[in-house]
């Protein structure tokens, strides 16, 4: 099928590759069917809503914001999504970026998007306690003492 995309013009999805989110996503409970798309040499994707053009939102991995993030999903959402094995998991985390001000783009570390990749099932949870930050900051300055910790 031929999705019109928001970043990348109409691209050709197999219907495999479509991702079901039964419940949708909050606030766009109508959209149910996403594509993820990613290039090679980005640590960025898109995860694109096959019904509405402009329902598209800018991911990437928590863990390269966050090595350790870390959560433990319901039963409920297990089952909800068919998981078996954590190989299946694929969590994605929002970006959000202030029209005209990149430098100030943030990551939702509260409500990751967690998918079965082999079920193609979807769906964001909501980690209220965790302690995870809504906006976390992506883009941080690093001092010297910090680059040279990291080494």
């Known amino acids: 099928m031929k999705v019109k995309t928001k970043f990348y013009g109409e691209v050709e999805v197999a219907p495999e590759e479509i991702i079901h989110f039964p419940a949708g996503l909050p606030g766009f409970e ?15 994707g898109c995860l694109q809503s096959c019904r509405q053009a402009e329902t598209a939102f800018i991911v990437l991995s928590p863990f390269i914001i966050c090595p350790d993030y870390d959560f433990e999903l319901t039963a409920t959402n297990q089952k909800e999504l068919g998981l078996s094995k954590l190989e299946e998991v694929l ?3 929002v970006v959000t970026i202030p029209p005209g001000k990149p430098e100030e783009a943030t990551v ?12 193609k099932k979807g769906m964001q949870v909501i980690l209220s306690d965790s302690g995870y930050p809504l906006r976390c900051p992506l883009w941080t ?11």
């Open 30 to 44: 109508e959209d149910k069917e996403y594509h993820f798309i990613q290039h090679e040499d980005s640590v960025f």
């Open 91 to 93: 969590v994605l985390a």
């Open 108 to 119: 939702n570390l509260q409500a990751p998007i967690v998918i079965n990749q082999t079920m």
């Open 141 to 151: 300055k690093q001092t010297s003492s910090s680059v040279a910790a990291a080494k």
